[in-house]
């Protein structure tokens, strides 16, 4: 049987997990909107379908824990604590961006509520979050690091680097791949000889477990039960959440190697209303406080996307602040 919602967590924080889905699919959905008129441009990777996991996971992780992501971070940064408005104006390119608009999408960083990043290079943040774990082990510290990437960076190099030194030197990292069945076009069962992801860590003698990454209270669960074992174990883990984006890769791709039939019975999955389902059925909350947690949602996407408009762009005189050039890399005349 079913355990029942507020035996796992009380109404309010359910409630929040609700709120931090909705908003993350209605800040996506603005990202599209504003990206078809041109406002951001370059790539533009969006998360909506996959809420459930970063809302879950996050949910189950400490403030202070490091998290890492690749590009489709969007939703990680905000869930984190990230300001939406100023996600939204580093989208923008402007200077009131998170990384004064030097970062773009797939780039976002926030120290302050300890997200070190997005990463445009599948898998390059594996090795990344491996060292910071070693560093929180160094200071003695009690932090965990999360790592979340995608089913096509588990065949890049960094993935089995950083897994066999996690486990080689104890490290407390939580793997956590998001396995949507694609990388761009290419299905999972195409690049992968093991597709049943979670089964690839015995190699490294990693302990795995695989989510319904639709649920986001199974992800709560499965991650807060993870992070209790790296933390006290101070060993890595692995989490497989098994997910799907609604959308295409990225703003630039129609999807056309997915059949209708498949996204349709993804998106009867879509984690929000099977949430609010539940919510409802075990009287957590009622359709008017719901309604209401939409609206209010609809509305910080509308005022993040009048801050990013409103903001100014960098100063040209910025071109090369928080760019890292050695000295005799660059003549005189570049640095005008
Ligand atoms: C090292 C490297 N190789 C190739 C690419 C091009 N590329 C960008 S996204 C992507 C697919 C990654 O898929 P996945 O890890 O499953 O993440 P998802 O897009 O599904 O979230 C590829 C191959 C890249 N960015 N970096
Ligand atoms: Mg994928």
Redesign the pocket.
């Known amino acids: 049987m079913e355990i029942k919602l507020q035996a796992i967590l009380p109404g309010q924080k359910l409630m929040h997990l609700y709120r931090q889905m909705v908003l993350s699919r209605e800040f996506e959905e603005g990202c599209a909107e504003q990206y078809t008129k041109g406002r951001i441009t370059g790539f533009l990777?969006l998360y909506s379908g996959q809420e459930a996991v970063a809302v879950g996971a996050t949910a189950g992780l400490h403030h202070e824990d490091y998290i890492l992501s690749?590009?489709?971070e969007h939703a990680q940064a905000i869930v984190r604590g990230s300001d939406p408005r100023r996600v939204m104006a580093e989208l923008f390119g402007k200077s009131t961006g998170l990384c004064k608009g030097k970062g773009g999408s797939m780039h976002l960083f926030d120290p302050e509520h300890n997200f070190m990043g997005g990463y445009?290079?599948?898998?390059?943040q594996l090795p990344i979050a491996v060292g910071l774990a070693f560093s929180s082990v160094y200071r003695g510290e009690d932090r965990i690091t999360a790592c979340f990437?995608?089913?096509?960076?588990v065949n890049?190099g960094t993935f089995h680097e950083s897994l066999n030194w996690a486990r080689l030197w104890e490290l407390p990292v939580l793997f956590i791949c998001?396995n949507?069945f694609?990388?761009?076009g290419t299905e999972v069962h195409r690049s992968s000889a093991l597709a049943s992801i979670h089964k690839r860590t015995c190699g490294y003698d990693i302990p795995s477990e695989k989510v319904d990454g639709m649920d986001v209270i199974a992800v709560y669960r499965a991650v807060r039960h993870a992070a209790e074992l790296v933390r006290e174990q101070r060993r890595p883990y692995f989490i497989e959440a098994v997910t799907y984006?609604f959308r295409g890769?990225s703003m630039a791709d129609p999807a056309k190697y997915r059949s209708a039939a498949e996204q349709s019975i993804w998106k009867s999955r879509d984690p929000i209303p099977a949430f609010a389902k539940r919510l409802l059925e075990e009287s957590v909350a009622t359709e008017t406080e719901l309604e209401g947690i939409r609206r209010e949602c609809t509305e910080l996407v509308k005022e993040a996307v009048q801050f990013a408009e409103t903001s100014p762009w960098p100063e040209s005189s910025e071109l090369w602040d928080g760019v890292y050039v050695p000295d005799d890399a660059v003549g005189e005349s570049d640095h005008v």
Do not use: P, S, T
């Open positions: 990777h690749a590009y489709r445009a290079i599948v898998g390059g990437f995608g089913d096509g960076a890049q998001e949507n694609y990388g761009i984006r890769h």
